[in-house]
């Protein structure tokens, strides 16, 4: 049995020889082709099938690669390592199994870098500042801008009304003063005389030529019959006085917006009304005119569109922009109340203090007491002064708020009216769709019918349609445009405006309260003085 079991030299030296033979087996690719090479070095571009495993071996080093090559940095020092082209090489003679260059081997890296800018959201910015142009977008900030780099003036003054005749032919007239330094005028100072009617026919012009393409044109004066029979009737006394400067008031008011419009202020129309010395009678004006008559009709008619003709708004724009003037009329209306209730209230306590005044002065006159009567009579001369403060301020409360927002509350009816004739060039535009759809339907039947002498007229009408739906189309997208720039034009003025008489009635309140302070501590001593 002991001769049976192997020796364990043998079996230590065999076991070497085995590991060795592994790792023959496992010898690198490029350890075989170099001692071949070096035997024989001539041999190996004739061997196909060294050739063969050469391209077996690059390509299997390309597929290692290749699908990595879009991720590898060039500049990393990992890559470097196991692609060195001096690994790769079996000795400087063999030239056919150098390794191909980094940029073969990698080619996808590239176009990874080249890739990273991404140019598509620029060209957004100009197709949306076109859009803006399209609907004619006016920021407050230009609307500003253009007013204030508007170096030349237009200031207008009505002043000095008067009465001409008597009986019911007379009527009142108004000199309007007129300062500019704008070169289309003929003269910069400029001083005409004008009537009430001039006035209503200067605004029946710019309506006429630019309201139903959108522009907002200032309302002028209403009419008033009472008020103007007083004047025609009767001799001249506070009321009729007090009617008249508040009709002055508002022809001014009038004629200073229409000067502040960019367009309105250039209108021929207006111009003559400020330069030439007579003007042609404005007899449309009379509500007892043929014209007049009209006028009412027209007025019935427009009523009675507006109830029918409705339009489904798709601009999300003006569908807020009428929504918020709707509810700025009513707010309007509202404050518009209570400042006419707060000027009679002040008026009546000014009549109130008058009449205190006098009863406390015939007092004064039966008092026996020295010391208190004239004590009293001091407080009667403080009462008379107070009732002017009251007045004033009254005047100042219609002059400034009243004013002010029933001027308003017509703007607003100006505004409804642009936003009704839009209503009325789209259904205009759609009309003339329609119009085309049955021209071209009854295109078809003829052609259907063979009638082929009529095919001709009705391309005619064809071609003559299409025009007025492409008119239609223009003529909308323009009354839109000119009211958006009107709207904010509008929005604008009104801060403004309403800003600057806040500033001034304020002004006006704490001068009536000083001036009640200092009355009241002139009297405090006459009062201390009662022994």
Same mark, same amino acid.
Request: glycine letters at 4%.
């Given at each position: ?12 030296? @065999?076991?070497?020889?085995?590991? #060795? ?18 035997? =024989? ?14 391209? +077996? ?13 879009? #991720? ?20 400087? +003679?063999?030239?056919?199994? @150098?390794?191909?260059?980094?940029? =073969? ?55 000095? %009304? ?52 959108? $522009? ?51 209108? %021929?129309?207006?111009? +003559? ?7 042609? $009678? ?30 489904? #708004? ?14 700025? +009329? ?61 007045? #004033? ?94 709207? $904010?034009?509008?929005?604008?003025? $009104? ?37």
């Amino acid at each position: 049995m002991a001769d049976d079991r192997e020796p364990p030299p043998l079996f230590d030296d @065999e076991k070497p020889d085995k590991k #060795e033979d592994e790792d023959d087996l496992f010898a690198t690719p490029n350890e075989a082709p170099k001692e071949e090479i070096k035997d =024989e070095p001539a041999s190996l571009p004739t061997e196909p099938a060294q050739d063969k495993a050469s391209e +077996d071996l690059f390509a299997a080093d390309d597929d290692l690669f290749g699908g990595e090559g879009e #991720e590898v940095d060039l500049d990393s020092p990992e890559t470097e390592g196991p692609s060195s082209p001096a690994k790769m090489e079996p000795d400087s +003679d063999s030239s056919p199994l @150098e390794a191909p260059p980094m940029a =073969e081997v990698l080619p996808p890296a590239k176009p990874v870098i080249e890739e990273k800018p991404k140019p598509t959201p620029a060209p957004r910015k100009p197709s949306m500042e076109k859009s803006k142009e399209e609907v004619g977008y006016t920021s407050f900030a230009q609307i500003e801008e253009e007013e204030s780099g508007d170096q030349f003036a237009l200031d207008i003054k009505v002043h000095d %009304p008067g009465k001409i005749g008597d009986g019911m032919g007379a009527y009142m007239s108004y000199k309007v003063t007129t300062q500019t330094s704008i070169p289309a005028f003929r003269r910069p100072s400029m001083t005409v005389t004008r009537r009430f009617s001039d006035f209503l026919g200067l605004h029946e012009k710019l309506s006429q030529k630019h309201t139903h393409i959108g $522009r907002i044109v200032p309302p002028a004066p209403e009419k008033s019959v009472v008020g103007m029979t007083k004047i025609k009737m009767s001799k001249e006394d506070t009321s009729s006085t007090e009617f008249v400067e508040k009709r002055r008031a508002l022809l001014e008011r009038f004629l200073q917006r229409i000067s502040l419009h960019p367009v309105l202020q250039m209108d %021929p129309d207006f111009r +003559d009304f400020l330069e030439q010395d007579e003007l042609p $009678r404005a007899t449309s004006t009379s509500a007892v005119s043929g014209a007049g008559v009209l006028r009412l009709i027209k007025g019935v008619g427009d009523t009675f569109s507006k109830v029918t003709i409705k339009m489904d #708004e798709s601009d999300q724009w003006f569908e807020e922009k009428q929504n918020q003037v709707e509810a700025l +009329d009513q707010q309007l209306k509202k404050l518009h109340a209570s400042v006419e209730a707060l000027v009679t209230y002040r008026k009546e306590l000014g009549i109130s203090t008058s009449a205190f005044a006098k009863s406390t002065a015939m007092l004064s006159n039966s008092e026996e007491h020295t010391a208190l009567s004239r004590a009293l009579s001091q407080l009667a001369e403080v009462e008379e002064k107070i009732e002017l403060v009251h007045l #004033e301020q009254a005047d100042n409360d219609f002059f400034l708020l009243s004013e002010l927002l029933k001027d308003y509350i017509g703007i607003i009816q100006a505004i409804r009216v642009v936003f009704h004739e839009r209503v009325k060039s789209f259904h205009n535009w759609q009309n003339a769709q329609q119009n085309l759809a049955k021209k071209r339907e009854q295109e078809a039947k003829f052609k259907q019918t063979g009638k082929t002498d009529k095919i001709a007229q009705a391309q005619e009408e064809i071609r003559e349609w299409e025009g007025k739906v492409e008119k239609g189309r223009e003529d909308f997208e323009e009354i839109s445009k000119t009211i958006r720039t009107e709207i $904010r034009r509008f929005e604008t003025n $009104r801060v403004k405006d309403f800003r600057n008489i806040i500033i001034k009635y304020m002004e006006t309140l704490m001068n009536s309260q000083q001036q009640l302070i200092k009355y009241w501590e002139g009297f405090l001593p006459e009062a201390k003085a009662i022994a």
